[in-house]
């Protein structure tokens, strides 16, 4: 009897592990799939809106979205942004502003 009781714990136990082992891999899976609709989300957004999504490196509220007519993004310290499709511009040359590059978000 005391044999019977001992694997009926064990069996429990192991039971359980099973249990919370099948709820973290299938949250794993919930949580990728959440992550692959919010990538194509802000893919058919931007598509649709004909925006792309960019990072101000002065300002950390968060990325923003500008139009995608231009390939190339710069803004300097006062939120002025310049946009073109040159990778050459470079709106530091002969100006006093400090300009950087704004990079793509998520890129």
């Known amino acids: 009897m005391a044999q019977n009781l001992q694997n009926s714990m064990a069996y429990a136990e192991a039971a359980q592990r ?8 299938w949250q794993g899976v919930v949580d990728q799939r959440n992550a692959r609709v919010d990538r194509q989300q802000s893919a058919f957004r931007e598509n649709l809106g004909a925006v792309q999504t960019w990072v ?5 509220r968060g990325p923003i979205q500008l139009t995608s007519q231009y390939r190339h993004y710069w803004v300097d310290r006062q939120g002025n942004i310049l946009g073109t499709n040159d990778p050459a511009d470079n709106p530091n040359a002969g100006s006093t502003g400090d300009w950087s590059r704004m ?5």
């Open 18 to 25: 099973y249990c919370d082992w099948s709820q973290q891999n």
């Open 56 to 60: 101000n490196p002065y300002d950390t």
């Open 103 to 107: 990079p793509r978000h998520g890129v």
